[in-house]
């Protein structure tokens, strides 16, 4: 019981202390804007499309290889896809089903 207590209080301690920290400044980060979705960046690298499509990495090599149409970008010698042109152009795409 006294454990529970225990936790329950410096709980209370946390979020008044940082309640109080942000009182002159609210836009500051408090506890809960930790867990709120962060921004992904614009770019993926070839290697992740995978991963934004939803497929295999083998099932995303062989699609990228056969359209190379696809809107990229080379940087230092890497490819990146854009995360709004490469989702417009699936958009536009018809795939056939094995």
């Known amino acids: 019981m006294s454990l ?3 936790i329950g209080i410096a709980v209370a301690g946390y979020f008044i202390g940082d309640g109080l920290k ?3 400044n ?3 980060r408090n506890f809960l804007d930790h867990f709120k979705v962060r921004e992904q960046p614009e770019l993926i690298e070839a290697g992740e499309v995978h991963r934004f499509i939803g497929t295999m990495k083998g099932d995303t090599k062989a699609l990228l290889e056969e359209h190379p149409d696809i809107p990229s970008i080379k940087i230092n010698r890497k490819i990146y896809f854009s995360r709004t042109m490469l989702r417009e ?3 536009t795409q018809k795939f056939r089903s094995n």
Request: no cysteine; net charge neutral; hydrophobic share 40%.
């Open 26 to 28: 609210p836009s500051e």
């Open 4 to 6: 529970f207590l225990g």
């Open 89 to 91: 152009w699936l958009s």
């Open 22 to 24: 942000n009182w002159k």
